[in-house]
T-cell receptor, first 111, second 116 residues
């Protein structure tokens, strides 16, 4: 799987949009960008994934650059419950493909 | 989404004993399950990949005789930590996938193991 680079930590004011960047400059054409988050002492929670088009669901939006070398996860209205470590993962197709976690971004939502 | 459960959520055991952790996919059949370990303030590290009905594939450095994995059905995988030692104390997390292309992995809530 391709390596990803994320800032180690970010702060965001409650109610504001949280924009979490991720660089994946060595991504291959068949690799998807996945985002998970891990709230303290819990298992990772799936957020969203995409290949090349921007994606949106009830939790977040995923913006992937045209060259696919970077992406941004957007939480439109951050709440205190969004405080977590957010992992950007690049993964090849196939449910049997393992997920390799980097160090992620620790997002702190501030009241 | 898909639901993955783990049991127990936390366990304390004496050094030298064995501990079994169960991972279940509750609303889907999982052809592939993964086991991870996470030490405090660190990221998740993949231990092994298990496919239903076949032997698990272990990551480099993970002792297969110490961490026994069984994936006997499409909804259940078990991880047994044999002869546990204090250094095995960790947060163990499983994930499951239906398999096939583009299939997302869903994670269990984790099991916290403390070996005294």
């Amino acid at each position: 799987d391709a390596k990803t680079t994320q800032p180690p930590s970010m702060d965001c004011a409650e109610g504001r949009a949280a924009n979490l960047p991720c660089n994946h400059s060595t991504i291959s054409g068949n690799e998807y960008v996945y985002w998970y988050r891990q709230i303290h002492s819990q298992g990772p929670q799936y957020i969203i994934h995409g290949l090349k088009n921007n994606e949106t669901n009830e939790m977040a939006s995923l913006i992937i650059t045209e060259d696919r070398k970077s992406s941004t996860l957007i939480l439109p209205h951050a709440t205190l419950r969004d405080t977590a470590v957010y992992y950007c993962i690049v993964r090849a197709l196939g449910g049997y493909q393992k997920v390799t976690f980097g160090t992620g971004t620790k997002l702190q939502v501030i009241p | 989404g898909a639901v993955v459960s783990q049991h127990p959520s936390r366990v304390i055991c004496k050094s030298g004993t064995s501990v079994k952790i169960e991972c279940r996919s509750l609303d889907f059949q999982a052809t592939t399950m993964f086991w991870y370990r996470q030490f405090p303030k660190q990221s998740l590290m993949l231990m092994a990949t298990s496919n239903e009905g076949s032997k698990a594939t272990y990551e480099q450095g993970v002792e297969k005789d110490k961490f026994l994995i069984n994936h006997a059905s499409l909804t259940l995988s078990t991880l047994t930590v044999t002869s546990a030692h204090p250094e095995d104390s960790s947060f163990y997390i499983c994930s499951a996938s239906r398999g096939g292309n583009q299939e997302t992995q869903y994670f269990g809530p984790g099991t916290r193991l403390l070996v005294l």
